[in-house]
């Protein structure tokens, strides 16, 4: 540390050198140090590499086994969450909602996720001394100035000196935020590179849905004259190209807006659940499940021009499917045929959105599986 004036600076390095995230098709590993001596982690252990840039001198040796200490087989392991329920809690009574996106991160992400929440911690501190300092350059600019025009010759250079070092300092705490982020390398062969495309063309034909809702509630329908057989809250959404402000990468996510949780982020690699910096959480893709299924709605709103209609009712029906002529004021409904994306994982997702163009729903649904397959 240094002392000027009676303050204490910390003499701060770049948050995360040369920290990398590599996505390909044989999994997550995350890559930290420079060119000829880094240490890569995967799921298979630690790895130092070691080498001379331009040589083509390499050497790669496993410093760590994680297999080696886990009573049972990563398998198992795997399989032992495949066999259990999705999550839906009692306490909401039908609301179709997540866990907190902090707590749905995978295994295979915690790493990543302590990382960005360390980042994140860190670019905040160093704001918060911006802040001050910024304040103290600017008295210490005015002394420098008052110095020479009293012609205080003696202290001229030790407050020129002064000025210099804060504003030096603050110019490197400015330049240690803008790096204040995690690359995102994505590695992909031709054939996944082509599967992600496809994935990308199907969610472009998503974005030209006429509507897309967030389903929040689905409860069964308890009025026995009703012909519907769930009674479902829904509000108009949106779906977009995002980025999530601190992951650097060239490639956009798919995000879904979430109404009544967090948004949901679809990197090629990995999908994340953000609500802030201080809340998200990120799921392995093979560990989200994106299911369609057709929806025939009884829709008393404006028919989006991209829907099908696939028949009508009456608000008040026999059995038998006749209108109940004990109601007078009995009107009939038309059914829409909506495509529903349901969103799940073992560790705590499950969203529904509803699009007005049902073959759209499908074709994504069907791209996203192929992909993650």
């Known amino acids: 540390m240094i002392e000027i004036m009676g303050l204490k600076f910390r003499r701060r390095q770049k948050i995360f050198p040369g920290f990398y995230v590599n996505f390909s098709a044989k999994g997550i590993s995350t890559t930290m140090g420079i060119k000829g001596f880094n240490v890569n982690i995967n799921k298979d252990g630690a790895y130092l590499n070691t080498g001379i840039p331009g040589t083509g001198i390499y050497d790669r040796k496993k410093i760590s086994d994680w297999n080696s200490n886990k009573s049972t ?3 198992s392991f795997n399989e032992s969450f495949k066999n259990e329920n999705y999550f839906l809690p009692e306490n909401l009574r039908g609301e179709i909602k997540s866990k907190n996106a902090s707590e749905v991160t995978t295994q295979g992400l915690v790493e990543l996720k302590e990382t960005l929440v360390a980042a994140n911690k860190e670019m905040a501190a160093i704001k918060k001394e911006i802040s001050q300092l910024e304040k103290k350059v600017q008295n210490s600019n005015i002394l420098r100035i008052f110095s020479k025009v009293f012609l205080i010759g003696f202290l001229i250079k030790w407050f020129d000196n002064d000025y210099s070092e804060k504003k ?7 330049k240690q935020v803008a790096e204040c982020h995690i690359d995102i390398e994505i590695h992909m062969d031709r054939v996944l590179d082509e599967k992600y495309l496809k994935l990308k063309l199907a969610f472009d034909n ?3 849905s006429s509507i897309i809702w967030d389903m ?8 026995n004259r009703s012909s519907a057989n769930r009674s479902i809250e829904r509000k108009p959404t949106k779906i977009s190209y995002q980025k999530i402000p601190f992951l650097n990468s060239v490639y956009e996510a798919m995000c879904f807006q979430n109404q009544n ?10 999908a994340a659940l953000f609500d802030n910096k201080d809340n998200f959480g990120l799921i392995e893709l093979d560990e989200l499940d994106i299911t369609y299924g057709p929806m025939n709605f009884l829709e008393t709103e404006k028919i989006p ?4 209609i696939v028949g009508e009712t009456w608000a008040k029906v026999n059995k038998d499917g006749t209108p109940d002529r004990r109601f007078k004021n009995n009107y009939k409904i038309p059914i829409a045929r909506y495509g529903e994306l349901t969103f799940k994982s073992n560790s705590g997702v499950f969203e529904v959105f509803l699009s007005s163009n049902e073959k759209y729903s499908e074709e994504f649904a069907e791209r996203y599986n192929q992909y993650v397959e």
């Open 206 to 208: 998503l974005l030209k």
């Open 305 to 308: 021009n991209d829907s099908k």
């Open 168 to 174: 030096e300092y603050l110019a490197n705490l400015k």
């Open 216 to 223: 929040t509630s689905a409860v069964p329908n308890e009025d």
């Open 261 to 270: 949780g967090s948004n949901i982020y679809i990197y090629p690699g990995f």
């Open 73 to 75: 087989p990563e398998k």
